[in-house]
């Protein structure tokens, strides 16, 4: 029978996977090809040179064992590295590196793509110094769907959360997006689908990161020079879970690779799932491409609890906690807390620690104190369009004045103000706040910024202005 690369390397490949881990093995030796087998030498094609770096790294002696068994001790490996150029051209492009020696086993030519020197390990999440073969997964245990309760306002995303963690990348809700203001479970509803998926796929890859993480991680990988590397990297996850993706608003180049990794998971059936504070149709400063994407599969909203989830939630918290509490106290605090879960689970904490520290007994009267200091000191988010409002009646004009193109003083100085509370009360990134207030870019806003400091330390009526403002505001 004839010796051919492939029958070489499916035989090395029956050694390797008897002696690593089936997730390890499947991540790491099922992408890679034979190519030729030429004097004793087995070429192989490899995804990327983050690839080649990693087997090298970690997996040169079991390849060693594995390809001596078969060539004999005077064996040579070849890594062939040929990773597409995603971004339009579609030729790859290569440059030649020297060869470095490992005994009888050698890496030879070894194609890299011209943009990658650095000899650096490239998981992001690797820590220096320390030599970290697995795939942390970033999941918080305590995030299950045990302890997230349904109710009306959550019924269909924590459903569809369990059937994606049932079948992962194989029901149509892919991507899954869920959506909804603070507190109401989004981060935690994210996690027990990962967390889930992990329990009945051991040998998937799941990882969760937020979207803030994500941008610098691509960041640091521009800097670096580790672009494609970077993309590799979040093309071998099974399950993204990416927290907060409206995180990525402005953001042109995040936005770009986010496109490009997101379309290889989908392609080839991986799921992904995002949170957001909004629906996909209210996102600003997100590619229209990237957003079309976002509705592929299920956006899902969590909305504010009512009355009896909220009373289970408070009474799920209690028992996981080891307390007990009147019914009548439970109910009084779930009437006065509506917003979210997270401002109904601090009331109860502060009551429980109120009697503890203070050694009094839970009584109506103490939780209608606490409740109302609660509710007094939770700030309600404040929108652009009521800031122009307050801001265009204090000063006398109207919001199409406010936002209009005149260079008037007292018109251009209401609109800086408009952006300076804009940029101080919201969550909104400099170029959504322009786009709002008369379709300005991020520079006006940051000037529009640095100008009111500026004249509130150096103009008397000025900071009237802005002390007047601040407490309409903040009513």
Request: proline residues 3%.
């Amino acid at each position: 029978m004839s010796v051919t690369a492939q029958s070489v390397w499916n035989n090395c490949l029956e050694f390797i996977k008897d002696n690593i881990q089936p997730q390890a093995y499947k991540t790491w030796f099922e992408p890679i090809s034979a190519v030729k087998l030429t004097d004793n030498a087995l070429s192989i094609q490899v995804p990327s040179k983050f690839f080649y770096e990693w087997l090298e790294e970690h997996y040169v002696k079991i390849l060693k064992v594995s390809l001596t068994k078969e060539l004999g001790e005077t064996a040579k490996l070849v890594y062939i590295i040929k990773m597409e150029n995603t971004y339009g051209n579609k030729q790859p492009f290569t440059e030649k590196i020297p060869s470095s020696n490992r005994g009888a086993l050698k890496s030879q030519d070894v194609d890299v793509p011209l943009n990658n020197k650095s000899p650096e390990l490239r998981n992001p999440f690797v820590i220096p110094g320390i030599r970290n073969v697995k795939i942390e997964s970033q999941l918080n245990p305590n995030y299950s769907f045990e302890n997230f309760l349904e109710g009306d306002s959550n019924r269909l995303a924590r459903s569809a959360g369990l059937a994606v963690a049932a079948k992962p990348g194989g029901t149509s809700f892919n991507p899954l997006l869920i959506f909804g203001g603070v507190g109401l479970g989004k981060t935690h509803l994210a996690h027990a689908i990962g967390v889930d998926i992990k329990d009945k796929y051991p040998e998937k890859t799941v990882l969760y990161i937020s979207a803030e993480k994500f941008t610098q991680q691509y960041i640091d990988a521009v800097k670096k020079n580790n672009r494609n590397d970077f993309i590799h990297f979040y093309q071998i996850i099974d399950v993204l879970i990416i927290d907060d993706v409206q995180f990525l608003s402005g953001k042109t180049g995040t936005q770009d690779v986010f496109f490009h990794i997101f379309n290889h998971l989908h392609q080839n059936g991986k799921q992904v799932v995002l949170t957001s504070d909004k629906a996909p149709v209210d996102m600003q400063d997100i590619e229209q491409r990237l957003l079309s994407r976002f509705k592929w599969g299920l956006s899902a909203e969590l909305q504010n609890p009512d009355f009896e989830t909220r009373v289970s939630i408070l009474k799920n918290k209690l028992y996981r906690d080891g307390v007990e509490m009147p019914e009548d106290i439970i109910e009084y605090v779930a009437k006065n807390i509506k917003t979210n879960v997270r401002e109904l689970e601090g009331a109860i904490i502060s009551l429980i620690a109120q009697s503890s520290f203070n050694k009094k007994e839970i009584t109506i009267d103490l939780a209608r104190i606490i409740v109302e200091k609660f509710v007094k000191n939770t700030k309600r988010e404040v929108s652009i369009d009521y800031i122009q409002k307050v801001v265009s009646d204090y000063f006398q004009m109207d919001i199409d004045t406010l936002q209009s193109k005149t260079r008037k003083r007292h018109i251009v100085q209401a609109r800086q103000l408009a952006m300076f509370f804009a940029k101080k009360f919201t969550k909104a990134s400099l170029a959504s706040i322009g786009s709002q207030i008369g379709k300005r870019d991020h520079a006006t806003v940051l000037h529009a910024c640095k100008t009111v400091d500026n004249l509130s330390s150096t103009d008397k009526q000025f900071r009237k202005y802005v002390e007047d403002i601040t407490k309409k505001l903040s009513v």
